[in-house]
């Protein structure tokens, strides 16, 4: 008979669901779990590290009314897409734009592990064996597990190098004010005013959680991450450009990151009983990095899957005409036939705030990314289509190549000086 927690070498553990990966995907889902009371599964989280504490904060636009409303630090109506030109306000109703850091989120999951009672492996998963009724896992501890389903969200690179391959990167400062400075009603979605890279998008976004406290952030869509004084230096002039003097403020944490933005495969069912979550399972907008609505509705359909019964495979993060029309922006942006912010500023421009949020989620109809793609330019958008083609060709002619790896964030020493700050103020 099955014991929870009786694994030796010889004995794999049996469980229903093993959960590879226990960050933000996995979180969510032990969550959508517990909310839709699935109770008999026998399910195992396997990760070498125990998430806990703020490691990032997530950024995403929804419906208020959700399991998530009492885990907010911040939601705003109202944002802001600047770009030299102007400054444009966006109403969001119905939806809203909402700041959630990463602790609440990683114990609300802990309490659900709990109350699923869930096997916890602090291990990382090493090889995984699908017959094709059950998986087989092998942790670096030694130990087995033998799943009926495994949902896998280990970070991992796509199957092979994408046609355009870019990264989201970025440096925030968690800064607090000795006197008010910020807006709280609005938070700053995408400032364009930031020195625009050679070859690629740069942006500022403020993220308001009071009138003195906020996260402020500079992010670059290109090929190569900066250096640490590269960062510093460009979060502190935009820290400038909004006026804000480095003597009334103090850092109080800082957040960096690397995301992938690529057209590579992510393949999400790469056997009967594996399917990939988060990041690994295609979540992250290739346009946008974003991944976090992708995450939490995965994450629901997996539970509701489970909870009648069926198998735990949730929908395409995104459908596919969606990942074609975003390999074809990338190109766009890439091969400089298209400005970043014109091509921001455009969409904003030409379209209710609410279509495009709901685009960039991938929850359009047909009609909506018409709208959509007339909103671009065309000209440069009909060559980024071509290109696209003409490439898809040639991949299908060429041997595969590997998809480059993610590379990790660049982290600075957070008490370290900062060299190209202008004097930016230190973390205390
Ligand atoms: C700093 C930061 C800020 C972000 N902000 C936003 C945002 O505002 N909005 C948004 O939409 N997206 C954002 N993202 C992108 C995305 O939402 C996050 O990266 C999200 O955490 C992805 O979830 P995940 O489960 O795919 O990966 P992760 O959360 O990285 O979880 C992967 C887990 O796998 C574990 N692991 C690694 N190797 C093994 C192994 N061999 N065996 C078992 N486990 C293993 C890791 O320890 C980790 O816990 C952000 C990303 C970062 C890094």
Known sequence: MW?????????????????LGGGGAAS????????????????????????????????????????????????WQQVEVATTARRRVLDLTPLRY????????????????????ATRIVAPAETVTDDGTRVLVRTGDGRSIRAGWVLDSRPRPPARAGRTTWLQHFRGW????????FDPARAVLMDFRTPQPPRGVSFGYVLPV???????????????????????????????????????????????????????????????????LGTAGGATRPSTGFTFSAMY?????????????????????????????????LRALDRGGVGGPDFFDRLFDRNPAERVLRFLDGVTTPAEEVAIMNSTRLLPMIAATAGDAAHRVRDRLRPTRPAPVVPPAVVGDPLGSEPGGGGAPRPT
Do not use: C, K
């Open 3 to 19: 014991q929870r927690g009786a694994v030796t070498d010889s004995a794999p553990l049996d469980v229903d669901l093993a959960l």
């Open 28 to 75: 969510l889902l032990l969550a959508a779990l517990d909310r839709h009371d699935v109770r008999d599964l026998r399910i195992a989280v396997v990760d070498p590290v125990r998430r806990r504490g703020q490691d990032r904060t997530w950024a995403f636009w929804g419906h208020p009314g959700t399991d998530l409303d009492p885990l907010l630090s911040a939601s």
């Open 98 to 117: 909402a700041m959630l850091r990463s602790g609440p989120v990683y114990d609300q999951a802990a309490a659900a592990e709990r109350r699923l009672d």
């Open 174 to 181: 968690w800064l607090e004010a000795d006197r008010p400075v």
């Open 210 to 276: 009071s009138d003195r406290y906020a996260l402020v952030e500079y992010t670059e869509f290109s090929p190569d991450l900066l250096t640490d004084a590269g960062y510093d230096a460009a979060l502190a002039g935009y820290r400038d450009l909004l006026g804000l003097d480095p003597a009334g403020l103090r850092v109080r944490e800082v957040e960096n990151g690397v995301i992938p933005m690529t057209d590579a495969p992510f393949p999400a069912r790469p056997s009967p009983r594996v399917v990939r």
């Open 297 to 329: 509705r995965q994450a629901d359909q997996v539970a509701r899957a489970l909870a009648v019964g069926r198998p735990p495979v949730p929908q395409a993060a995104y459908p596919r005409r969606h990942r074609w029309m975003d390999a074809v922006a």
